[in-house]
T-cell receptor, first 111, second 114 residues
Framework: GNSVTQMEGPVTLSEEAFLTINCTYTATGYPSLFWYVQYPGEGLQLLLKATKADDKGSNKGFEATYRKETTSFHLEKGSVQVSDSAVYFCALTQAGTALIFGKGTTLSVSS | NAGVTQTPKFRVLKTGQSMTLLCAQD?????MYWYRQDPGMGLRLIHYSVGEGTTAKGEVPDGYNVSRLKKQNFLLGLESAAPSQTSVYFC?????????????FGAGTRLSVL
């Protein structure tokens, strides 16, 4: 069945460092891919998405590119801020299915 | 614009007690979902609904029941709570299901079963 694998955390960075959180998926066909973010004490909210191969999703300085050849959707940000500290979830969906989530990666950014 | 609202935010139960979690959305979405979030497990789908009066099982449905009597509300029930049901529960809703669909989440209910 479909699944999402993302790097284990926690990831600890200093402010202004470069961020990469790896995400790979297993799915038949062409799923849609998402990154959701969960700030402390809150629910999940959509960060970005991509619906077809080679699409790049971007939001708030974060980017991820849908790579069909490597079945990946890695999250990147050039310069993280303390306010980016959160749990990040990679997820996928296909027609007629609910979201399938990775286990989440905790990011902690210090000043 | 409230979005998805969950009540209560926190609850402590004793083993064997029952309770109902309420989820309400004001976006006129057809689809609603209940997830549980456990450390190191991500979010796992418990039950979902594709419209008023319909429900379906997700990945981890055992020990839970749901009802969708009104389009805007989705209730999650625990008939006889067990310590294994200690978790954070999230409700979500969406306009459609599947390809490209964005789900909107509530703030969660933290449940402890002693």
């Amino acid at each position: 069945g479909n699944s999402v694998t993302q790097m284990e955390g926690p990831v600890t960075l200093s402010e202004e460092a470069f961020l990469t959180i790896n995400c790979t998926y297993t799915a038949t066909g062409y799923p849609s891919l998402f990154w959701y973010v969960q700030y402390p004490g809150e629910g999940l909210q959509l960060l970005l998405k991509a619906t077809k191969a080679d699409d790049k999703g971007s939001n708030k300085g974060f980017e991820a590119t849908y790579r069909k050849e490597t079945t990946s959707f890695h999250l990147e940000k050039g310069s993280v801020q303390v306010s980016d500290s959160a749990v990040y979830f990679c997820a996928l969906t296909q027609a007629g299915t609910a979201l399938i989530f990775g286990k989440g990666t905790t990011l902690s950014v210090s000043s | 614009n409230a979005g998805v609202t969950q009540t209560p935010k926190f609850r402590v139960l004793k083993t064997g007690q029952s309770m109902t979690l309420l989820c309400a959305q004001d976006m006129n979405h057809e689809y609603m979902y209940w997830y549980r979030q456990d450390p190191g497990m991500g979010l796992r789908l418990i039950h979902y609904s594709v419209g008023e009066g319909t429900t379906a099982k997700g990945e981890v449905p055992d020990g839970y029941n749901v009802s969708r009597l009104k389009k805007q509300n989705f209730l999650l029930g625990l008939e006889s709570a067990a310590p294994s049901q200690t978790s954070v529960y999230f409700c979500a809703s969406s306009y459609t299901m599947g390809q490209g669909t964005i789900q909107y989440f509530g703030a969660g209910t933290r449940l402890s079963v002693l």
